[in-house]
């Protein structure tokens, strides 16, 4: 009895013993465990424990765990579950990262086992399940997704699911069935899929002994599906790319596979689908592959065969022999030939290496590196050489960095010849990150306006900012039509910034326009002008303008709109000022004085390309005065509202354009004109152009046309009423005879009439006419020409009742004028009944410019008049 109870105290003391034991490892299982496990682990690699396991709901949870080769966090683990249910392991975890950079801290094995055969592997997988909600390895995180493994010593079966990428794969002794693998990106039009069957090897350490992969392709920028096939039997394969409806096959690249060497040789590809057809050929050896990406050897060539403007073109890429490596590459190149597309001709000569890490790699440009082209750039620029001098420039995943110049030398047959320069440096630099400074200067002859031009300046791209520091432009002169402009020159009155962040986007800036005197060809000049603007918006293709425009003492033109990269919209305001302030614009030689009025104005434009340019304003000139040696012009008012619109002018919108004179003194004394014009210039018979309202007062009457309309489809008829003879004589200074009364008339007036000026006009009295010769006139012809004094004897002082007129003028200027004349001449104390018909072709146009009416009246007389025949029973005489 005594010794049983010894017994139980002795059980009670081992179990006591064995659950403080146990207790003990549970409380210290994040020390003990990882040293436990580090006996089947590699060298210098260790698991650690964020906080101790527990168990839950009949599974263990391990809320962190990681693995670190040295000091590098190789994978982490988070909320990891492990069960067994229903006769299979079951493994969750809420997380896996992997950072593949701490792959080259794993040690390698001294004496390496013998490979294991799959088969065995697969032996001695238990039946388990096992599911990741999101794996990620560094630096692909764009590829993480979710894992599922279901695993038993017959089949295995994998299942990925990420947003770029799927596959689903069985796997049942060496038969490997690839059912999906499908992978999408922005760039592509369609996601791209794969599928096939593959025979792994005995051994997985090699590749598998045969296979078929079938994958279907679709991008944007390839206007047909591609269709891709890969297939190999033991060590030797081949891969096709076809494009629908294409005769041949896109790409053909055979590969050969040997313990040592990997050869893709004999590569063919073509690409119809660029602005010329490309094509060439591939190959590539890699040397020592099983020994690892870092002792492998690359030494390849690809070349690209085009056909253009200057023939046929060839341009080889030559790679090796070098390596790539995780840490440090160190792969040769060199681009050398020639491309000769369809209007340009490239010239390369590009070596460098490829070096840095394999995941972050840069390309070093080698001295002498160096890129040409020539040849017609857009439609009618002429490329006569463009340099890119390239050596010592590195390009990586973060940018370009170094020099970087470029020089243009162009001319167009029609503009002329330019020289440009770009030299700057990049830190970094790609769009909208890191940075590119640089200055830029240049110079060219501009034919078609016989000017020089210059330009200079300095900007910059950092990060998301574009800003254009300085800027200086200009022209020697501009000499173009009728005027010659002196030194026209654009400078930055502050820098041109543009901000390119989308949160805030910003755009703004201050150019200034300066340019010396216009000079006008047929005399006077535009003073020193200036025009100063304010840009202020979004973006160069989003932003409002402010500006003024003065030229001393004229203006200032007050301007602003706005351009949204399709169409330019503005308007103009001109304040009201003097007309006086114009007067350096009038040519000395005309001898016209402004000396009164006002101008105001204001415009609404915008243009856009192939919609033209459009207009629309209105131009007021209130009481203008000018004066000139010979007459002298007062109380102009003159309205113009319009619309332009494709070369198009619409006169008159809202109201006809009105011209209103008040006075004219000069020859003829002109008062009280009126014109009104509207329609369309050019105009057509839909949209003809219309001038009415004319009418002006002369010579005591008054002249005036009620309608012209163009195209004309009916004379104009100009007609004239009460004009005073004695003030017409007077103004045109005839001494020779003097004539009172007054006449009406009409005239047609055609102004498209392929024969005629005026058709069938007339001219007739209204009211009695008198006519009397001057003496001294009438006595030197009787003198000279006694048949002539004696008819003219009829005509020293006659009224005339009835006079009637006809007159036609051609186009040369021709005039055909017919009169019949009938009245009472007094002479020798009698009153004689006199009867004329006057017949006169004379060049009208001629005649307008000697103004000589007297003269040629005289010279008329002398000439025609002839003494009666008889008398009738009334004393009537006829010549």
Same mark, same amino acid.
């Given at each position: ?62 809320? =962190? ?167 190999? *039997? ?117 070596? &460098? ?256 390309? &192939?919609?033209?340019?459009?207009? &629309? ?47 004219? =003194? ?107 010769? =001057? ?38 200027? *021709? ?39 007297? =003269? ?24």
């Amino acid at each position: 009895m005594k010794s049983m109870s010894q017994g139980v105290k002795i059980c009670i003391a081992a179990l006591l013993a064995l659950i403080l034991l146990l207790l003990g490892l549970a409380l210290t299982v994040t020390q003990w465990l990882p040293r436990v496990a580090g006996i089947w682990l590699p060298d210098k690699t260790t698991i650690a424990l964020a906080a101790n396991p527990r168990w839950h709901h009949g599974a263990l949870l391990f809320p =962190d765990l990681r693995y670190l080769a040295g000091d590098c966090t190789l994978a982490t683990v988070r909320d990891a579950r492990l069960a067994y249910r229903d006769g299979r392991w079951q493994l969750r975890a809420a997380a896996l990262d992997i950072d593949s950079g701490c792959f080259s801290a794993l040690p390698g094995a001294d004496n390496p086992a013998a490979p294991t055969a799959l088969a065995e592997w697969q032996r001695r997988l238990p039946r388990s399940t096992v599911h990741i909600d999101r794996l990620t390895i560094s630096p692909w995180q764009a590829w993480s997704g979710a894992l599922s493994l279901t695993l038993s010593p017959v089949a295995q079966r994998l299942t990925w699911q990420g947003e770029t990428l799927r596959a689903s794969a069985d796997l049942r002794g060496q038969q490997l069935m690839l059912r999906e693998l499908r992978f999408e990106n922005d760039a592509l039009s369609q996601p791209v899929t794969l599928s096939g069957t593959l025979t792994l090897p005995h051994f997985p350490d090699g590749i598998p002994e045969s296979g078929a992969l079938e994958g279907h392709l679709s991008v944007a920028q390839v206007p047909a599906p591609l269709t891709l096939h890969l297939r190999w *039997q033991q060590q030797r394969g081949e891969l096709r790319v076809a494009g629908a409806g294409q005769p041949a096959p896109l790409l053909i690249l055979p590969w050969q596979l040997t313990p040592r060497r990997l050869t893709l040789h004999d590569g063919e590809w073509r690409w119809p689908w660029a602005a010329q057809p490309l094509s060439g050929g591939l190959a590539l050896t890699v040397d020592d592959y099983r020994d690892g990406l870092s002792a492998a050897v690359f030494q390849g060539r690809l070349n690209v065969l085009t056909a253009g403007r200057g023939g046929k073109g060839n341009v080889v890429l030559t790679l090796g022999p070098g390596k790539l490596d995780w840490q440090h590459s160190a792969l040769p190149f060199r681009l050398t030939g020639s491309s000769k597309l369809a209007q340009l001709l490239f010239f390369a000569s590009l070596p &460098g290496t490829l070096e840095g890490p394999l995941l972050d790699p840069r390309l070093r440009m080698a001295p002498g590196a160096l890129l040409r082209m020539r040849g017609r750039l857009l439609s009618t620029l002429e490329v006569d050489e463009a340099r890119w001098p390239l050596a010592g420039v590195t390009l990586s995943p973060r940018g370009v960095s170094g020099r970087l110049q470029a020089i243009l030398r162009a001319h167009h047959p029609d503009s002329g010849r330019f020289v440009l320069h770009l030299d700057g440096r990049a830190e970094d630099f790609w769009p909208d990150r890191g940075r590119w400074s640089w200055r830029y200067w240049g110079k060219g002859y501009l034919q078609p306006l016989s000017a020089r031009w210059d330009i200079a300046g300095r900007g910059r791209w950092q990060e998301t900012l574009i800003e254009l520091s300085t800027l200086s432009t200009g022209f020697d002169r501009l000499r173009y039509g009728l005027a010659d402009m002196a030194t026209p020159r654009l400078t930055l009155s502050r820098p041109l910034r543009w901000q390119r962040d989308a949160e805030r986007p910003l755009f703004d800036g201050g150019v200034v326009l300066n340019a010396r005197e216009t000079r006008f060809t047929r005399g006077g000049h535009l003073p020193p002008s200036v025009l100063r603007a304010e840009l202020n918006g979004r973006s160069p293709a989003d932003f409002l303008w402010r500006g003024a425009l003065q030229a001393q003492a004229i203006g200032p033109v007050r301007v602003q709109g706005r351009w949204d990269g399709v169409r330019l919209r503005g308007q103009a305001w001109w304040p009201e000022q003097s007309l006086r302030v114009f007067q350096p614009l009038i040519s000395p030689s005309l001898k016209m004085s402004l000396q009164a009025g006002s101008l105001r104005a204001q415009m609404a434009f915008s243009a856009a390309s &192939g919609q033209g340019f459009a207009a &629309g304003g209105h131009w007021v000139v209130k009481q203008g005065a000018m004066r000139m040696p010979d007459n002298q012009i007062s109380g102009v008012d003159f309205s113009l509202p319009f619309r332009l619109q494709d070369s198009e002018w619409q006169l008159g919108t809202h109201g006809p354009v009105q011209l209103r004179i008040a006075a004219i =003194d000069n020859q003829f004394a002109l008062h009280n004109m009126t014109a009104d014009l509207q329609g369309h210039y050019p105009w057509r018979a839909q949209q003809p152009l219309t001038l009415s309202n004319v009418s002006v007062d002369l010579l005591g009457g008054q002249l005036r046309l009620d309608r012209l309309e163009m195209p004309q489809r009916a004379p104009a008829m100009v007609r004239l009423r009460g004009l005073a003879l004695d003030k017409l004589l007077a103004a045109i200074k005839v001494t020779q005879f003097s004539l009172t009364g007054r006449v009406n008339g009409a005239l047609p007036l055609w102004l498209n009439h392929p024969e005629w000026l005026v058709q069938n006009g007339w001219l007739a009295n209204d009211g009695p006419l008198t006519l009397r010769m =001057d003496k001294q006139v009438a006595d030197a012809i009787a003198a000279n020409n006694l048949a002539a004094g004696a008819a003219l004897d009829w005509l020293r002082d006659m009224v005339i009742t009835r006079a009637w007129a006809t007159l036609n003028l051609d186009t040369v200027g *021709q005039m055909t004028l017919r009169s019949d004349v009938e009245g009472s001449s007094h002479f020798s104390d009698k009153n004689q009944r006199v009867s004329l018909h006057y017949h006169q072709q004379e060049n009208l146009f001629q005649l307008w410019r000697s103004l000589r009416f007297g =003269d040629n009246l005289q010279s008329w007389v002398e000439e025609h008049a002839t003494l009666p025949d008889h008398k009738d029973p009334r004393n009537a005489h006829q010549p």
